[in-house]
C-alpha cells in the first residue's frame, strides 16, 4: 500500500507537469518560438552563470554558518559542491524531495543527522519567510493604488509573517509560541501534523541564538535570493528580448521559488513556464519570447547539474582510490 501510494503521488506530479508545460505549448506558435530562439541575445547567459555562482555561494556560506553554530563544520567549499549534486538530483526529484539527499550527503559528511536536520530546516524556513514577505512586496509594488483590496490584503499578509517569525524565533516568546503552534497542529491528520511539528521542534534549537544571528541569515538570503535573483531575472528577460518593469521580475523570482518548493513538479518544470508565460502576458509580452526567458533561466539548473556531475564522479574516484589502498 505505501509503495502504491508514492507511485500514484509521483503519477500526479507528473501529470500536473505535463498539464502545465501542455498549456504553455498551446500558447505558442512553433514559427514564432524559432524566431525568438533565432533572435535572442544569448551572450547574456555568461553574466547569468557567473551571478548564479554567486547566488549559490552565498547560500552556501549561510548554510555554513548556521551548521556551525549546530556543531557541523564544513567549509563553505564543499556544501557548494553538495548543493551542486542536490541540484543533479533534483533534475529528476520532484519538489524538495531532494534536499532529503542533501540531509543524507550532509550527515555522512558530519555524522550529526539530527543536527544537521535543525541546521537545514532553519535554513528552509528563513528563506522561505524572506521571499514570501519579498513577493508580496513585489506584488504591492506592481499593484495599482485603485487596487485598495488587493492592497490591504497584501500588507497584512506581511505583517502576519514579520509576526511569526518574530514570535518563533524570539528567546523568550518562542518556546511558548511554538507549544501553541503545536497544540493547534494536533487535530489535524498524521501527515500533515508530523511534518508541522517535526519543523518546530528543529526551529527550537535556534531559539536561544540572538538576533545578530538571525540577521546574518537574513540578510544572506535576501542578497543571495532576492537580490541576485532578480538581477538574473532581469538579465534573463534582456536575452529573451523582454522589457517590463522591474517588480515584475521581483514578484517573478519569489513567485517561482515559492512554488518551486511544492512537490508538484521536476525541476520546476511547468511551474516556471507557466508563470512566466501567464503574467508577461498582460504586459503584452509574446508566450514565445516568455519561453525563451525560462530557457534561459533553465540554463542554471543545467550548469549546477554539470558541476554536480563532475562533483560525482570525483567523490566516484576518490572511492575507488580509497578502495585500493
Not at 54 to 83: D, E
Not at 121 to 140: K, P
Not at 220 to 240: C, D, E, H, Q, R
Request: proline fraction near 3%.
Amino acid at each position: 500500500m505505501g509503495r502504491g501510494r508514492k507511485v500514484l503521488s509521483a503519477c500526479i506530479k507528473c501529470l500536473v507537469t505535463l498539464a502545465l508545460l501542455a498549456w504553455v505549448l498551446r500558447q505558442i506558435d512553433l514559427l514564432d518560438l524559432w524566431r525568438a530562439l533565432a533572435d535572442a541575445h544569448w551572450v547574456y547567459l555568461l553574466p547569468i552563470w557567473a551571478l548564479a555562482i554567486v547566488s549559490y555561494w552565498l547560500l552556501s556560506f549561510k548554510l555554513s554558518l548556521i551548521m556551525a553554530r549546530q556543531g557541523c563544520h564544513l567549509r563553505t567549499s564543499s556544501l557548494f559542491a553538495i548543493s551542486a549534486v542536490t541540484t543533479l538530483y533534483g533534475m529528476v526529484l520532484p519538489g524538495m524531495l531532494d534536499l532529503s539527499a542533501k540531509w543524507l550527503m550532509l550527515r555522512q559528511q558530519t555524522g550529526k543527522g539530527i543536527n544537521v536536520l535543525s541546521s537545514m530546516v532553519y535554513n528552509q524556513f528563513t528563506a522561505t519567510l524572506v521571499v514570501l514577505i519579498a513577493g508580496i512586496g513585489a506584488v504591492l509594488s506592481v499593484t495599482p493604488p485603485s487596487s485598495s483590496a488587493i492592497r490591504i490584503a497584501a500588507m497584512v499578509s506581511m505583517a502576519v509573517l514579520f509576526c511569526v517569525g518574530f514570535l518563533v524565533l524570539h528567546r523568550s516568546y518562542g518556546p511558548s509560541f511554538t507549544k501553541a503552534v503545536a497544540i493547534m497542529l494536533r487535530p489535524l491528520p498524521k501527515a500533515l501534523r508530523d511534518p508541522g511539528q517535526m519543523v518546530l521542534e528543529q526551529l527550537a534549537d535556534f531559539q536561544t541564538a540572538g538576533w545578530g544571528f538571525h540577521a546574518n541569515a537574513l540578510v544572506l538570503t535576501v542578497i543571495a535570493n532576492v537580490l541576485v535573483g532578480t538581477i538574473i531575472y532581469m538579465l534573463a528577460a534582456k536575452a529573451a528580448g523582454i522589457s517590463v518593469p522591474i517588480g515584475v521580475y521581483f514578484w517573478q523570482c519569489t513567485a517561482i521559488f515559492i512554488l518551486g518548493r511544492l512537490p508538484i513538479s521536476i525541476a520546476e518544470f511547468g511551474i516556471r513556464e507557466a508563470t512566466l508565460v501567464g503574467s508577461m502576458a498582460s504586459y503584452g509580452v509574446e508566450p514565445s519570447a516568455a519561453l525563451v526567458m525560462s530557457m534561459a533561466l533553465f540554463t542554471n539548473r543545467l550548469l549546477f547539474s554539470l558541476i554536480g556531475a563532475a562533483v560525482q564522479l570525483y567523490w566516484a574516484w576518490i572511492g575507488q582510490g580509497v578502495t585500493k589502498r
